[in-house]
């Protein structure tokens, strides 16, 4: 690209002005080196000789990728469960508190109990319990929209949050899971759950009365329940 003199030094005094607004702020850049891995740096950009016929700028960066790793690996273990690595239940809190202040309605919310775990825990090992999760895990993911926030908020619990999905929707989802489950392969244990859902059409209703809501059917379709 060719620039004219008086664009040229209309870029570099608008440059200058620039780097002389952040240069005690700390950036941040990522560039990629030529096996194209990515490298992040940190620095500042420093004027030097600061006048208006006679500035330099200078770069001062340090490679701080390994740091940036180890925070970004502590972030994640922070939202996430260790064995699913779904997200855990104080990330679920932090989105189903969002979702609340944003209102963008309607949005739902599937509470999801597993059957089965602790007979599985006694006859197989915890073993098999792990795996029977790490499966719930993997039919949740298979069921759900790539939107939807999948958490894992106590041992055998489950809870999905939905965003701008309706009751029907919610319904559907489900079913998803439950046929999923039906079809899921293994010789020795077999994925069950009970689900029940609810939704927030407005903010007439607040999020402890969604998860009761939700909370009320699950218990509903309960095997035991189910029976009587």
């Known amino acids: 690209m060719l620039l004219s003199k008086e664009n040229k030094r209309i870029l570099t005094n ?3 002005n620039f780097v002389r607004e952040i ?9 990629l080196t030529k096996n194209k891995a990515e490298v992040i740096l ?33 972030f994640h273990l922070s939202y996430h469960d260790k064995l699913t690595d779904l997200y855990n239940r104080a990330y679920f809190d932090e989105t189903l508190e969002k979702m609340d202040k944003t209102e963008e309605y309607p949005y739902s919310l599937i509470i999801g109990d597993m059957n089965g775990l602790k007979s599985t825990n006694d006859l ?12 719930m895990a ?12 999948i958490s894992r ?8 949050v939905l965003p701008k999905c309706s009751s029907k929707e919610a319904r559907n989802i489900c079913n998803r899971i439950k046929k999923l489950c039906l079809t899921y392969e293994n010789d020795m244990i077999k994925p069950d759950i ?9 903010n007439s209703k607040s999020n402890d009365d969604l998860i009761l809501e ?8 309960k095997p035991y329940v189910r029976s009587i």
Not at 43 to 64: K, M, P, T, W, Y
């Open 23 to 31: 240069q005690n702020d700390s950036i941040e850049l990522t560039i």
């Open 194 to 202: 009970a689900l029940g859902f609810g939704t927030k059409e407005n």
């Open 153 to 160: 908020i106590g041992g055998d619990e489950f809870a999905v």
């Open 124 to 135: 197989f090992g915890h073993k098999a319990g792990d795996r029977l999760i790490q499966m």
């Open 42 to 74: 940190e620095g500042r950009l420093l004027i030097i000789n600061d006048s208006d016929s006679d500035a330099e700028i200078q770069a001062v960066f340090q490679d701080v990728t390994l740091r940036k790793e180890a925070e970004n690996k502590i």
């Open 214 to 221: 939700a909370d009320r059917k699950m218990y509903l379709d």
């Open 138 to 149: 993997e039919i949740l993911r298979a069921s759900c929209r790539k939107s939807d926030v």
């Open 14 to 16: 608008d440059l200058i």
